[in-house]
């Protein structure tokens, strides 16, 4: 009896020690490392028969069928956003997407004669104009896009601005955020437009 309790001790510490050398048990975000924890559930006592000789490839192989965790559906759903962050959007939708961004921006200047959006640095309100919207249209998450659009304000600088649309219905959408993302063609710091 106290052989085997010994082998199938040495088996898990044999089984731990590979996992924790593994590539994949090292990337895992702490998150997802302690959902696994909570998940996998004790195996219940082994009966008293002779334990199978286990290579300890097929040990880990068989380990990792048997206690993969279930995934929630939050998770689910964080895996779905992070898998369609930035997403280039095919031309034959950019180009209505396009159209659309520009409409609304002309829009917006034709009833409050700028379109206006924050200055990252200073916080102070810019009335900037309209000069072009560029090609690239990227899905951020479903229904939501960014269009980069490029503005000049009175004394002449160029701003380029990201512009996130959302669909509020079909061939229906609003600009929801613009984001200046440059100034005369520096890029301002991350820190600065959050």
Partial sequence: MNKKIFFIISLMIGICFVLSQSEGFAQQP??????EEKAVQPKPAVAATPAPTVSAKSAVELQTEETTPMETASDLEA??????LDIPVAEAEAVPLRQKTESLIKEEITQVGSFEVDH???????ELQFASVDQAVVQVVEG???IHANFKDAKGAAYGVDVYLEEMGKNEYEIVDAIVESI??????EETTE
Avoid: F, N, R, V
């Fill in 144 to 146: 939501e896009y960014m």
């Fill in 120 to 126: 990252p640095e200073t916080g102070d309100l810019l």
């Fill in 79 to 84: 895996e779905q956003e992070a898998e369609e």
């Fill in 30 to 35: 702490a998150a997802t490392l302690k959902a």
């Fill in 184 to 189: 005369d063609g520096k890029k301002i710091a």
